[in-house]
C-alpha cells in the first residue's frame, strides 16, 4: 500500500520560506516521477514542480521558477519542496503525487497516487 505523507505547511509572511516534506511508504518505483501541485480555493490543481527520482532531473512551474526547488532524500524516501520569497498567490493546499502514469508532469491526472496535502497560508 502506498502511502504519501505531506507536512511543513502553516502560515507565514509574504517573502518568507517554506519547506514542505513528502514521505513515501510503500512506494520504491526509482524509475519514476515524484511531483508537487497546488491548489487555491476556487481553482483548479496545478503543477508547481517534478523530480525524476533515478536522475533527479526537475522542472517547475514558470509561476514559481527561481524561487521554488524540488529535491530528495532517497534514503528516507522523502521528497522536498523548498519555497523562498513566498508571495500571497502561492496561497493553497500543496500535494504531493507519485508514480506518474502518462500525460504532461503537470496534469493532475497523470499520477497514480496523492497524498492528503498540506495548507500554505501567505499573507501580505
Known amino acids: 500500500q502506498v502511502q504519501l505523507v505531506e507536512s511543513g505547511g502553516g502560515s507565514v509572511q509574504a517573502g518568507g520560506s517554506l519547506r514542505l516534506s513528502c514521505a513515501a511508504s510503500?512506494?520504491?518505483?526509482?524509475?519514476?516521477?515524484m511531483a508537487w501541485f497546488r491548489q487555491a480555493p476556487g481553482k483548479e490543481r496545478e503543477g508547481v514542480a517534478v523530480?525524476?527520482?533515478?536522475?533527479?532531473?526537475?522542472t517547475y512551474a514558470d509561476s514559481v521558477k527561481g524561487r521554488f526547488t524540488i529535491s530528495q532524500d532517497n534514503a528516507k524516501n522523502t521528497v522536498y519542496l523548498q519555497m523562498n520569497s513566498l508571495k500571497p498567490e502561492d496561497t493553497a493546499m500543496y500535494y504531493c503525487?507519485?508514480?506518474?502514469?502518462?500525460?504532461?508532469?503537470?496534469?493532475?491526472?497523470?499520477?497514480?497516487?496523492w497524498g492528503q496535502g498540506t495548507q500554505v497560508t501567505v499573507s501580505s
Open positions: 510503500g512506494y520504491t518505483d526509482s524509475s519514476n516521477y
Open positions: 503525487a507519485a508514480d506518474k502514469i502518462g500525460g504532461n508532469w503537470y496534469d493532475y491526472g497523470a499520477y497514480k497516487y
Open positions: 523530480i525524476w527520482i533515478r536522475g533527479a532531473w526537475t
